[in-house]
C-alpha cells in the first residue's frame, strides 16, 4: 500500500515532459511574433532601406560641402556638452532638495513635472512668444523697465541656439530630477544618521554619503540624455525653426530639413556620420541594462 | 511643535530660495500660455501680467470652429484622443505577450528580443524618423493614421517591454509552477495568473504609451498632412506658418491640448512614477 502511495507523485516519464516543454516553448514563440514583427518591419528594413539610400559616398561629399552641416554638427556638439551637463548638474542639486521633507516641497515637487507632463508644442511655442522681438513680454517688460528696445533674441545665432538649450533643459530637468531622487531614496538613512554622529557638514555628508551611491547613475543618466537629447527635434524646430538663416540646426532637424527639401540621401548622410557618435554610447547603455 | 531657533530659520530660509526659483522657472511659460488663453486679441500682446478684462471667448471660438485654423478642432481632437487609446491598447498587447514569453516561458532568443528592444528604445528619434518615413512611403501607408499609431507603437513598446520584464521576473515562480501541476496551458497562466498580478505595471506602461502617442509632434507631422486625418499637435504647428497667427487662439487651444496628460499624469502618479523610475534606477 505505501509503495503505490510513493510512487503516486512520481514525475511524468521524460517523453510526456519533453513534448510539454515544447508545448510552453511553442506558446513561447508564439506570443513574441507581434513584437518580433514591429521590430523587423518597422525598424530592422526601415534601418536597413535608409542606409542602402545613403550608399553613394558622393551624398558625404555633398554634405560636408554643405557650411549648414558643419555648423549643426557644432551646435549638437555645444548642446551635448553644455546643456546636458548643466541639466545633470542642477538635477543633482535639485534632488537633494526634494529628498528634504516639508509640507509645501511635495507640493513644489507635484508642480515641478509640470513641463515633462504637458506636450511640447504648446509650453515650447509659449516661451517663442514671450521671446517675440515686438510684443513679447520680455521685451514689453524690458521697455516699461528702462524705455528701450529689447533684442530680437531669436535673430541672434547663438542666442537662438542658447534659448533652445533653456527650452531642453526646462522640459527635461524634472525627468532627471526624478530618477536621481529615486537614486538618493535608495540610499539607507543610516549612512547619514552615522555621518551626522561624526560630525560631518552637509556637504561632507554629499561627498561621502551621497556621492558614492549616486555617481553610476549619474553617469549612466548623463549617457541616455545624451542618446535621447540626439534625437530631441522638438526644441530646436518649434523655438527658432533652424533659423535664422539656417544656424541653429542641430543633427536631429537637420536630417528633417534634407527631408523636407527631398534631398534623402543628404538625410540619410546626415544620420549616418552620426552614428560613430550615437553606437559607442547604445553599446555602453545595453552593456549596463543587460547585465 | 516646532521651535524657531537661529539655524531652523536659515535652513528654512535656504530651502526656499531653492523653491521659489523652481517654482517661477516651472510655472512662467505655463502662466503665459494661460494668460494668453484668457486675453482678448488685443491685450494678449500688451505685456500685461494680467489681462485687464479675462475672458473665455478664446475658448468659445475653439470649440465653435469660429476660425479657418480652427475649421476641424473637434475632429482633430478625436483624432488625437484615437490614435493615443490605439497606440495604447496595441502597444500594451505587443509588450505584454513579449515580455510574459521572455521572462515567464522563457522562450529561447528571449534574450535576443530583448536587445533587440533595447537597441531600438535607444535609437534618437529623430534619426528613426527619415528612414521610418520613407518605409511607410514603400508600405502605402503615408497619411493613414494606421503610419501614426504604428511608428508610435514601435517607439514605445521597447521601453514597456523592458519595465514589465522587470516586474515580472519579481513575480516568485512557483506561482507558474503550482499552475502547471493543475495543468494551466501558457495562455491559463497568461490570463489567469500572470495578468491580475501585472496590472499596477500594466497601467504604468499603457499610460506611458497612451501620453507618449497624445503628445508627439515630429512623427505626426512627418506621417500625417491631411487637416482631416492628423492630431491637434500637427494642427498646433500648423499656426506657425503664418505671421499674423491668432496668438490667442493657439494658446487656448494648446491648454486644451495639453490638459488631458497633465490630469492622466496626476491621477496616475503613483503607478507612473514607480514604474517609469524603477526601469532607470535598476542601472
New interface residues.
Given amino acids: 500500500m505505501s509503495s503505490t502511495a510513493t510512487a503516486a507523485p512520481l514525475p511524468a516519464p521524460p517523453v510526456n515532459l519533453g513534448a510539454?516543454h515544447a508545448?510552453?516553448?511553442f506558446?513561447?514563440?508564439?506570443?513574441?511574433v507581434?513584437?518580433?514583427l514591429?521590430?523587423v518591419?518597422?525598424?530592422l528594413?526601415?534601418?536597413g532601406?535608409?542606409l542602402w539610400?545613403a550608399r553613394h559616398p558622393q551624398s558625404y561629399v555633398k554634405l560636408v560641402e554643405d557650411p549648414i552641416f558643419f555648423r549643426s554638427v557644432i551646435n549638437t556638439a555645444i548642446f551635448l556638452v553644455v546643456a546636458i551637463n548643466i541639466k545633470m548638474l542642477v538635477a543633482l542639486?535639485?534632488s537633494g532638495?526634494f529628498v528634504?521633507s516639508?509640507w509645501?516641497?511635495k507640493i513644489?515637487s507635484?508642480?515641478?513635472?509640470?513641463?515633462w507632463?504637458?506636450?511640447?508644442?504648446?509650453?515650447i511655442?509659449?516661451?517663442r512668444?514671450?521671446l517675440?522681438p515686438?510684443?513679447?513680454?520680455i521685451?514689453?517688460?524690458i521697455?516699461?523697465l528702462t524705455g528701450a528696445d529689447g533684442p530680437n533674441w531669436l535673430n541672434d545665432p547663438s542666442l537662438a541656439l542658447a534659448f533652445a538649450m533653456v527650452v531642453h533643459v526646462?522640459k527635461s530637468l524634472?525627468f532627471w530630477t526624478?530618477?536621481l531622487v529615486?537614486?538618493r531614496l535608495?540610499i539607507p538613512s543610516e549612512q547619514y544618521e552615522a555621518a551626522s554622529v561624526d560630525g560631518a557638514s552637509s556637504w561632507q555628508k554629499f561627498r561621502f554619503v551621497s556621492w558614492p551611491a549616486l555617481k553610476?547613475?549619474y553617469i549612466?543618466?548623463t549617457i541616455?540624455s545624451m542618446?535621447?537629447t540626439?534625437?530631441?527635434?522638438?526644441s530646436v524646430?518649434?523655438l527658432t525653426?533652424g533659423g535664422p538663416a539656417d544656424l541653429t540646426h542641430v543633427?536631429?532637424?537637420l536630417?528633417?530639413r534634407y527631408?523636407r527639401l527631398d534631398q534623402?540621401d543628404l538625410?540619410?548622410a546626415s544620420?549616418v556620420v552620426?552614428l560613430p557618435l550615437?553606437l559607442p554610447?547604445?553599446y555602453f547603455?545595453?552593456k549596463?541594462?543587460?547585465k | 511643535m516646532k521651535r524657531w531657533t537661529p539655524k531652523a530659520i536659515a535652513t528654512e530660509a535656504r530651502?526656499l530660495l531653492?523653491?521659489i526659483p523652481?517654482?517661477l522657472?516651472?510655472?512662467?511659460?505655463?502662466y503665459?500660455?494661460v494668460l494668453?488663453a484668457i486675453s482678448s486679441k488685443d491685450s494678449a500682446?500688451?505685456?500685461?501680467?494680467w489681462p485687464k478684462n479675462p475672458t473665455l471667448d478664446n475658448f468659445r471660438i475653439v470649440f465653435q470652429q469660429k476660425h479657418f485654423y480652427l475649421d476641424h478642432f473637434w475632429l482633430q481632437l478625436w483624432n488625437s484622443l484615437l490614435i493615443a487609446v490605439s497606440v495604447g491598447a496595441l502597444t500594451l498587447?505587443?509588450?505584454t505577450?513579449?515580455a510574459?514569453?521572455?521572462s515567464r516561458?522563457?522562450?529561447?532568443?528571449?534574450?535576443t528580443?530583448?536587445?533587440?528592444?533595447?537597441?531600438?528604445y535607444?535609437?534618437?528619434?529623430?534619426?528613426?524618423?527619415?528612414?521610418?518615413?520613407?518605409?511607410m512611403g514603400?508600405y502605402g501607408l503615408l497619411n493613414s493614421q494606421w503610419a501614426l499609431i504604428?511608428?508610435m507603437?514601435?517607439i514605445a513598446?521597447p521601453y514597456c517591454?523592458?519595465v514589465l520584464k522587470q516586474a515580472s521576473d519579481k513575480l516568485p515562480y512557483e506561482l507558474d509552477e503550482a499552475a502547471?501541476m493543475d495543468g494551466a496551458?501558457?495562455?491559463q497562466l497568461?490570463r489567469l495568473v500572470y495578468l491580475p498580478l501585472m496590472v499596477p505595471s500594466l497601467v504604468a506602461v499603457g499610460t506611458y504609451s497612451l501620453?507618449l502617442a497624445?503628445?508627439e509632434?515630429?512623427y505626426a507631422f512627418?506621417l500625417l498632412s491631411n487637416d482631416r486625418s492628423v492630431t491637434l499637435?500637427v494642427a498646433?504647428?500648423n499656426?506657425?506658418s503664418a505671421d499674423d497667427s491668432p496668438?490667442e487662439l493657439?494658446?487656448a487651444?494648446?491648454?486644451i491640448?495639453?490638459m488631458p496628460?497633465?490630469a492622466i499624469?496626476?491621477a496616475f502618479?503613483r503607478y507612473m512614477?514607480g514604474g517609469?523610475?524603477a526601469g532607470?534606477?535598476?542601472?
Fill in positions: 510539454r508545448r510552453w516553448q506558446w513561447g514563440a508564439v506570443m513574441v507581434p513584437y518580433l514591429v521590430f518591419v518597422f525598424v528594413y526601415p534601418v532601406y535608409g539610400l542639486v535639485l532638495f528634504t516639508r509645501w516641497i513644489v507635484a508642480i515641478f513635472i509640470l513641463p507632463a504637458m506636450p511640447s508644442i504648446p509650453t511655442l509659449s516661451i512668444f514671450m517675440n515686438e510684443w513679447g513680454v521685451n514689453s517688460t521697455f516699461r526646462w524634472p526624478l530618477i529615486a537614486g535608495a553610476t547613475l549612466t543618466s541616455l542618446i535621447w540626439l534625437g530631441d527635434f522638438n524646430y518649434l525653426g543633427l536631429a532637424t536630417g528633417i527631408l534623402v538625410s540619410m544620420i552620426a550615437v554610447l547604445v547603455m545595453m549596463r541594462l543587460s | 530651502l531653492i523653491g523652481v517654482l522657472w516651472t510655472l512662467i511659460p505655463v503665459h500660455m494668453f500682446t500688451s505685456g500685461h501680467l498587447f505587443v509588450a505577450t513579449a510574459f514569453a521572455i516561458l522563457r522562450v529561447r532568443g528571449g534574450r528580443v530583448m536587445n533587440l528592444a533595447l537597441f531600438t535607444f535609437i534618437p528619434a529623430a534619426f528613426l524618423a527619415v528612414p521610418m518615413y520613407k518605409t514603400n504604428l511608428a507603437v514601435t513598446s517591454i523592458w502547471r496551458s501558457p495562455l497568461f501620453l497624445w503628445n509632434y515630429l512627418l499637435a498646433l504647428g499656426f506657425l496668438w493657439l494658446m487651444t494648446g491648454l491640448y495639453a496628460p497633465a499624469y496626476y502618479k512614477v517609469l523610475t532607470a534606477v535598476k542601472s
